[in-house]
C-alpha cells in the first residue's frame, strides 16, 4: 500500500479528533520513504498523548473495518490489520532497562524524549499525518540517511547491551540496504557479538528471516563482526 493511500484511510478516520496533530508514522515507513520506496505493508503511528497506543486502537476499532485487533497491555501498544496492511500503535515512551532483561519498563514522554529509545538516527524520522511534515528530533536522521550510515543514537555499547537483537538488526540494515557501520558503532558490534548467543531461538531465526543471507555483504558482516560464532 503507497503512503497516499494509507493517510486516505487514516485521515478521513481521524479529522475532528483530538489525535490530529499527535499521531506521526515512525521508523522504516518514513526512512524507506526517504530512500525512494512507494509502497509498504506494515506501518508504525506512534501518539504523542499519555496511553496513546491504546486509545487509538480503540477510537479505530470503532471507525474502521479491521481484519485483527489485538492489545499488549505490558507495553501500552496495539496491533490491527486491514486492508492486507499491519499497523502497529503505542504512545510515546521513555524506557529503562533491567541488567539481563531484554524487555524495558515503560512511562509516557513526548517526542523529543521517545526518539532517545530507538536503535538507529535512520529509524528515528518522524511523520505527521495530516501536515507530512517529517520531525527529525535528534538531529543526525536525515544526515545518516543520505550518509548512508548506520549510528546508534546513544553509546552503542549500551544500546547493544540493553537489547542484543539490535545487533542483529545493524547488520541487517547495513547489509539490506548497503549502507555503512559508523565505526564506533561497529567496534561495538564487534565487542559485543557473543550477546546474540543469549537470545532465543525464536529471536534469532525472526531476525535472520528479515535478511537476505545470499547477500555477500550480509554474510560478510556476520563473519568479520564475530555474529556467525554465536548464532544457534
Same mark, same amino acid.
Not at 507495553?75 to 515512551?93: A, E, H, N, P, Y
Not at 541488567?99 to 523529543?112: K, L, V
Not at 544500546?159 to 547489509?175: H, M, N, Y
Not at 564506533?184 to 531461538?201: D, F, G, N, P, W
Given at each position: 500500500?503507497?503512503?497516499?493511500?494509507?493517510?486516505?484511510?487514516?485521515?478521513?478516520?481521524?479529522?475532528?479528533?483530538?489525535?490530529?496533530?499527535?499521531?506521526?508514522?515512525?521508523?522504516?515507513?518514513?526512512?524507506?520513504?526517504?530512500?525512494?520506496?512507494?509502497? &509498504?505493508? #506494515? &506501518?508504525?503511528?506512534?501518539?504523542?498523548?499519555?496511553?496513546?497506543?491504546?486509545?487509538?486502537?480503540? &477510537?479505530?476499532?470503532?471507525?474502521?473495518?479491521?481484519?485483527?485487533?489485538?492489545?499488549?497491555?505490558?507495553?501500552?501498544?496495539?496491533?490491527?490489520?486491514?486492508?492486507?496492511?499491519?499497523?502497529?500503535?503505542?504512545?510515546?515512551?521513555?524506557?529503562t532497562y533491567t541488567e539481563g532483561r531484554r524487555f524495558p519498563r515503560i512511562r509516557y514522554c513526548p517526542i523529543a524524549e521517545d526518539v532517545w529509545r530507538r536503535d538507529f538516527t535512520i529509524n528515528s524520522l518522524y511523520l505527521e499525518l495530516f501536515s507530512e511534515n517529517i520531525l527529525d528530533p535528534c538531529g543526525q536522521g536525515k544526515m545518516d540517511?543520505?550518509?548512508?550510515?548506520?549510528?546508534?543514537?546513544?553509546?552503542?555499547?549500551?544500546?547493544?547491551?540493553?537489547?542484543?537483537?539490535?545487533?542483529?538488526?545493524?547488520?541487517?540494515?547495513?547489509?539490506?540496504? #548497503? &549502507?555503512?557501520?559508523?565505526?564506533?558503532?561497529?567496534?561495538?558490534?564487534?565487542?559485543?557479538?557473543?550477546?546474540?548467543?543469549?537470545?532465543?531461538?525464536?529471536?534469532?531465526?525472526?531476525?535472520?528471516?528479515?535478511?537476505?543471507?545470499?547477500?555477500?555483504?550480509?554474510?560478510?558482516?556476520?563473519?568479520?563482526?564475530?555474529?556467525?560464532?554465536?548464532?544457534?
Amino acid at each position: 500500500m503507497t503512503l497516499e493511500a494509507f493517510l486516505d484511510i487514516l485521515r478521513p478516520a481521524l479529522k475532528g479528533s483530538d489525535f490530529v496533530g499527535k499521531t506521526y508514522l515512525v521508523g522504516g515507513v518514513v526512512r524507506d520513504l526517504l530512500l525512494g520506496k512507494q509502497d &509498504f505493508t #506494515d &506501518f508504525d503511528l506512534c501518539i504523542e498523548k499519555r496511553y496513546g497506543g491504546l486509545k487509538l486502537g480503540k &477510537f479505530l476499532q470503532n471507525k474502521l473495518e479491521l481484519q485483527s485487533y489485538e492489545v499488549f497491555p505490558r507495553f501500552g501498544t496495539v496491533r490491527m490489520k486491514l486492508q492486507g496492511i499491519s499497523l502497529d500503535l503505542v504512545q510515546t515512551r521513555c524506557e529503562t532497562y533491567t541488567e539481563g532483561r531484554r524487555f524495558p519498563r515503560i512511562r509516557y514522554c513526548p517526542i523529543a524524549e521517545d526518539v532517545w529509545r530507538r536503535d538507529f538516527t535512520i529509524n528515528s524520522l518522524y511523520l505527521e499525518l495530516f501536515s507530512e511534515n517529517i520531525l527529525d528530533p535528534c538531529g543526525q536522521g536525515k544526515m545518516d540517511l543520505e550518509g548512508r550510515l548506520i549510528r546508534t543514537l546513544r553509546d552503542p555499547l549500551l544500546v547493544f547491551s540493553e537489547d542484543a537483537l539490535r545487533i542483529l538488526r545493524a547488520i541487517r540494515f547495513a547489509g539490506t540496504l #548497503d &549502507f555503512d557501520l559508523e565505526e564506533e558503532t561497529y567496534t561495538a558490534i564487534r565487542a559485543l557479538a557473543a550477546k546474540v548467543q543469549k537470545l532465543s531461538a525464536k529471536a534469532q531465526s525472526q531476525e535472520l528471516g528479515k535478511m537476505d543471507l545470499s547477500n555477500s555483504r550480509v554474510q560478510l558482516l556476520l563473519e568479520e563482526s564475530g555474529i556467525q560464532n554465536y548464532l544457534n
